[in-house]
């Protein structure tokens, strides 16, 4: 949703744009990295990501490039 037409009650009508999330390889991005980060408030990553670079672990899951390479050395171990 990068542009959006509203309507504001007395200035009329409004175009407001969200800032289009850009992947690390300059992709529109539309996924977000959900691997858990502790120190962060929201608990994940949240890294934005392209469809072409996410890693993805299980169903609804997206992983960034740095973490699908962290998910791999993971699974690796066990
Ligand atoms: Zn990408
Ligand atoms: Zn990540």
């Given at each position: 949703m990068p542009c959006q037409h509203v309507t504001v009650p007395g200035a009329g009508a409004a175009i407001v744009c969200s800032p289009t999330r850009r992947c690390a390889c300059g992709k529109r991005a539309t996924l977000q990295c959900d691997?858990?980060?502790?120190?962060r408030r929201s608990g994940t990553c949240d890294r934005y990501i392209c469809s072409s670079c996410t890693t993805s672990p299980a169903p609804d899951k997206d992983l960034c490039k740095e973490h699908g390479a962290a998910w791999a050395e993971w699974q690796a171990r066990r």
């Amino acid at each position: 949703m990068p542009c959006q037409h509203v309507t504001v009650p007395g200035a009329g009508a409004a175009i407001v744009c969200s800032p289009t999330r850009r992947c690390a390889c300059g992709k529109r991005a539309t996924l977000q990295c959900d691997w858990k980060v502790p120190t962060r408030r929201s608990g994940t990553c949240d890294r934005y990501i392209c469809s072409s670079c996410t890693t993805s672990p299980a169903p609804d899951k997206d992983l960034c490039k740095e973490h699908g390479a962290a998910w791999a050395e993971w699974q690796a171990r066990r």
